[in-house]
């Protein structure tokens, strides 16, 4: 069936389009096979599947049974300009049942770790629990909060233009310019907990937002960070299955394990009790000095210096990437390798570049450098200019764990390092910093 634009408009007067997340590829005239989320005039957001040519959202069509029937979410009570009252925001339970099953419903913080990257910073260890019953950590900073929560304002905000729908979205602490990190992470803990409990109360269209569920996705990153401790959750106890002839749960001897040297007796709920010859189980290692294990059924965690191990973890992946560094000093050049906790994909602040190597070389009077395609140094003096530096460096043959960019460290009123000849390669205008 071809269809008009004045046909559309009247499909449009009877159902809003509104999104189109799963939809697949429209061919010409036609819809094959596409999943509609649409509004009806009864104010009811479906799902709606169609499958067959001809088949329009509109429902009219010449092959009608090869159309499925939809399966609606009730909107009666929301008013599509209006700002929400708190009650009429929380999810009606047919919504929730009809999410799928890796929806966030839960998120605590659990502690606050000290990354040392570009710049000192604290990150968020936050334990999501799943509507299916998965839960997972994942790591974020204030700014991640900060950038969620203006995109939902511009979104959903009761000032909002680009949706036809509104709510009262929860409150954000405000960024602080000056104070300890640490105090101001620890400060803002209690507060982002009841942020988020409240933004995973919102109505089921804003948890199936795509920041919203980007933001909670467990990534790749997140799986690499290894918690050094979580104060303000309780482990799970993980209990052992007893060892049957006929369903063998694991090789026993290929697992890593360590016998007790000393009993411990542990001091709290987290930490695992045994005593002298008792085999353990590990799990994970928590930091250089404590062990994650199972013994008789219970897990814990508990000191290195307690236990020999038998058969050790696997060596876990190094997360601390590396910049190479070459300092030029009157007499001498030196190599240094300055260890960020960082991904080898992000930008760095310029004046965030320039603190670090002013602390790791103890100079003030110094300058970044980078060499460009043609082999000649160029000054860095702003963002733009560090942006022009990864974007150039990207493709570079590189180590493992070693950003693509090097940095080249010199005096400021060093210029003779600078190629000023015309026609032999860039030439660098060399300012005042």
């Known amino acids: 069936m071809i269809m008009s ?14 999104h189109q997340p799963q939809a697949q590829t429209v061919t010409g005239q036609e819809f094959p096979h596409c ?15 169609y499958s067959g040519v001809g088949c329009s959202p509109s429902g009219n069509t010449s092959t ?19 700002t929400m009252s708190l009650p009429r925001q929380l999810r009606d339970k047919s919504d929730f049942d009809q999410l799928p099953d890796d929806v966030p419903v839960s998120a605590n913080i659990a502690d606050i770790e000290e990354k040392k990257g570009f710049t000192n910073y604290y990150m968020f260890v936050i ?43 929860p409150v954000l602490p405000g960024k602080v310019f000056v104070g300890a990190k640490k105090e101001i992470a620890e400060n803002r803990i209690p507060i982002l907990n009841v942020y988020m409990k409240n933004l995973l109360c919102l109505p089921a269209w804003v948890l199936m937002d795509e920041d919203v569920r980007l933001f909670f996705y467990h990534s790749t990153f997140d799986g690499e960070q290894v918690p050094h401790r979580l104060r303000r959750l309780r482990p799970r106890t993980r209990r052992v299955k007893s060892i049957s002839d006929q369903v063998p749960v694991f090789d026993r001897t290929a697992a890593p394990r360590a016998e007790a040297l000393f009993d411990f007796p542990g001091t709290n709920k987290l930490e695992l009790r045994f005593k002298k010859g ?28 307690f236990v020999k191990i038998i058969k050790d973890l696997p060596q876990q992946e190094d997360t601390v990437n590396k ?4 300092y030029y000093d009157e007499t001498v050049s030196t190599i240094r390798d300055i260890s960020v906790e960082e991904d080898l994909n992000s930008i760095p602040l310029f004046k965030d570049l320039m ?4 602390q790791e070389f103890n100079q003030d009077d110094i300058v970044l450098n ?61 300012g005042a910093m």
């Open 5 to 18: 634009y004045r046909n559309w408009l009247q499909v449009f007067s009877t159902l809003k389009l509104l």
């Open 35 to 49: 999943l509609f989320l649409i509004q009806s005039r009864e104010r009811r957001l479906e799902w709606r599947e």
């Open 64 to 82: 009608k049974k090869n159309c499925s029937r939809s399966r609606g979410i009730d909107l009666s009570h929301l008013d599509s300009r209006r």
């Open 127 to 169: 334990e999501v629990k799943l509507k299916g019953g998965g839960r997972y950590l994942i790591f974020r900073r204030y700014r991640e909060f900060y950038a969620l929560h203006t995109k939902l304002e511009q979104r959903y905000g009761p000032e909002s233009n680009n949706s036809p729908f509104t709510c009262t979205l």
């Open 278 to 305: 008792d085999l353990i189980y590990l799990l994970s290692k928590v930091n250089k000095d404590w062990l994650e294990g199972t013994a008789d059924g219970a897990t814990g965690i508990f000191p290195c210096a």
């Open 323 to 326: 910049v190479r560094c070459y």
């Open 355 to 358: 603190e670090l190597m002013r």
């Open 370 to 430: 980078y060499r460009d395609p043609d082999g000649d140094l160029i000054r860095l003096l702003s963002d733009q200019d560090v942006e022009l530096m990864v974007s150039q460096s990207r493709g570079s043959p590189s180590e493992k764990h070693f950003f693509p960019w090097k940095l080249h460290i010199t005096h400021k009123d060093d210029l003779g390092v600078y190629n000023t000849s015309p026609g032999t390669g860039a030439t660098q205008t060399v």
